[in-house]
């Protein structure tokens, strides 16, 4: 077993456990992270004025972010300090909505620091209608900034498991306030203009706000009335690279989501099930309603063993459906299914929010790798090919070898194969490696790379890999450069340390040529700690335990 680096004992509390809930709030006043429930997904909350319990946000999600954070109070009193105008529009959507499962973008006050607002002259506030959320923020007395508390590239969390599934020893303390009502992250909708623009649809829409205005005099400019407002997607964080690799398996959307269509959904189900076993598939998900679900447990009586079954609710309740959404992506996933199966809804009210997280889902993964797929190949890269590199190649088959046996996860009779090489950016074809990795190999991990020659990184060595490593970021970069079509498949150790969210772990590994043997030492030690954090993660993503 490997040992999990883990900084805090991370405790789940309970609402009604007052001194533990004290402890909780006074953390998040001292510049700690929270994991906090809201009606709409749990958030990863820390004192907005403060710049230093900001970044551990970033930290326990991380990776830097360039997006924005959203800051929520307790009071319609507290958003007074965090903007500097309350134009005509927000004020009715505040009165309106608040509090409730909304974000107003609205100008910033000096108080919301930088990497709140991510440099913009805006900030997002939400005011949540969860009792829990309001109680946490009144006694802290600190306006929360917090995005949703999952791991980037995973859903949002709508249970305090989730979080703890995440988060676990990266924060302190994590909230237990049970399943969260809505289910989707809030609506976020820019009020800065003279209309509301909606940036993430969510449970309160754009017909919702019209309506509010409207009751309160405002009417829609004219210029406007001419386009219909359509929903648009807020700005994405960019460097999610890693992202093709999503845990997640394969999303598909069955149904035109019309309300005719609907009572076609069971032979839908039914076409993609029989699709799936064909294709080789060994288990399928299904994200479901009661009805259809029943019918489909008789026609698959002899196939029970590879069908999953995530019941949502009564087939048409798309209130049912948005708030299991989240829980089912990840159940689903969690109970290994190779492919999941979830129905449209119609486009209108909360089925926008519903079809906008779903289109998401169901995009992230197309370009995931094949689950079937159970040979891989691993080139380790460094400059020379004499110290650095070698050594990895040799850590990683030790590693592999005395971890194992590895098999995939989709059927565990078949045994995963991984091959490791390595190469150098500038090496000299031919040359030995030195001594004393070939030394350290031997003594300390029983590999013989004393016949191993370096190479020079050539375009066509590249291509055979699923991923290339390198020691520094330096070295990264250059090859992305030089071979940018197949940047997607290059990393820095400490690119991809970031990218899966390791914490603790320092992935710059640098040259110890012409140094003692002791150097070298501290190199293989580097190495293998970097190896074995990151040895799990990536079977994981190419489908194998
Ligand atoms: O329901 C929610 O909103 C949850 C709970 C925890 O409150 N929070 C949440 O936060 O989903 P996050 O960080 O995962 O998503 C916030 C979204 C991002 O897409 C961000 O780009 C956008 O809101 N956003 C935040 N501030 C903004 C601003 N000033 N201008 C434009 N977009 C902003
Ligand atoms: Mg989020």
């Known amino acids: 077993m490997l040992q999990e680096i883990r900084d805090f004992d991370t405790i789940l509390v309970d609402p009604s456990d007052e001194k533990t809930f004290s402890d909780a709030a006074r953390a998040l006043q001292e510049g700690e992270v929270v994991g906090m429930p809201t009606e709409t997904v749990y958030g990863l909350g820390a004192d907005a004025r403060n710049p230093e319990a900001v970044k551990k946000i970033y930290e326990a999600k991380g990776r830097p972010s360039d997006n924005p954070l959203i800051v929520h109070v307790a009071s319609k009193e507290m958003i007074k300090n965090l903007v500097s105008e309350i134009n005509p529009i927000a004020h009715v959507l505040i009165d309106a909505f608040m509090p409730g499962p909304i974000t107003i973008v609205m100008k910033k006050s000096p108080i919301v620091p930088d990497c709140v607002s991510a440099g913009l002259d805006t900030v997002g506030i939400r005011f949540p209608i969860h009792p829990i959320a309001q109680k946490l923020i009144k006694e802290s007395g600190v306006p929360v900034a917090a995005p949703s508390a999952n791991l980037s590239g995973s859903p949002s969390p709508t249970k305090a498991e989730h979080v703890m599934k995440d988060m676990k020893g990266r924060i302190p303390y994590i909230i237990d306030g049970g399943e969260c009502q809505v289910g989707l992250e809030s609506t976020v909708v820019d009020a800065t203009g003279n209309w509301p623009q909606v940036l993430r649809p969510g449970a309160i829409t754009i017909e919702d706000m019209e309506e509010a205005l409207k009751a309160a005099g405002i009417e829609k400019p ?298 070298y030492m501290e190199t293989a030690k580097q190495l293998d700690n970097i190896i074995r954090e990151l040895m799990p993660e990536i079977l994981d993503k190419w489908g194998m335990v």
């Open 222 to 519: 004219l210029e406007l009335k001419l386009h219909k407002a359509t929903p648009e997607e807020a700005p994405r964080a960019p460097g999610m690279k890693y992202r093709h690799y999503a845990p997640t398996c394969p999303v598909k959307i069955i149904g035109n989501g019309t309300l005719d269509d609907f009572s076609n959904y069971l032979v839908y189900y039914k076409q993609e099930v029989q699709n799936a076993f064909m294709e080789g598939k060994t288990k399928v998900g299904l994200f479901l309603g009661e009805e259809i679900a029943e019918q489909l447990k008789v026609l698959f009586e002899d196939k029970k063993e590879r069908i999953v079954y995530y019941i949502y609710g009564a087939t048409g309740d798309i209130d049912a459906a948005s708030h299991h959404l989240f829980d089912g992506l990840r159940t689903l996933d969690e109970d290994r299914a190779q492919l999941i199966v979830a129905p449209a809804f119609p486009e209108e009210g909360l089925g926008i929010a519903y079809m906008n997280r779903l289109f998401k889902a169901a995009s992230e993964n197309e370009n995931s790798i094949d689950p079937q797929k159970n040979e891989r190949n691993i080139l380790f890269i460094c400059s020379g090919n004499t110290c650095r590199s070698p050594l990895a190649e040799a850590i990683f088959r030790s590693i592999f070898k005395a971890t194992g046996p590895h098999n995939m996860k989709a059927n565990p009779e078949v045994p995963a194969i991984v091959t490791a090489s390595s190469a150098g950016t500038f090496a000299e074809n031919g040359a030995e490696y030195t001594r004393d990795s070939v030394q350290l190999a031997n003594f300390e991990y029983e590999e013989d790379i004393s016949q191993g020659r370096s190479r020079i990184v050539t375009e066509e060595m590249i291509t055979k890999q699923d991923l290339v490593l390198c020691m520094t970021a330096d070295l990264s970069r250059y090859l992305r450069f030089k071979y940018p079509d197949m940047g997607d498949k290059v990393y820095s150790f400490q690119e991809l340390i970031d990218d899966l969210s390791i914490p603790n772990v320092d992935g710059e590994v640098t040259d110890p040529y012409g140094y003692e043997y002791l150097v």
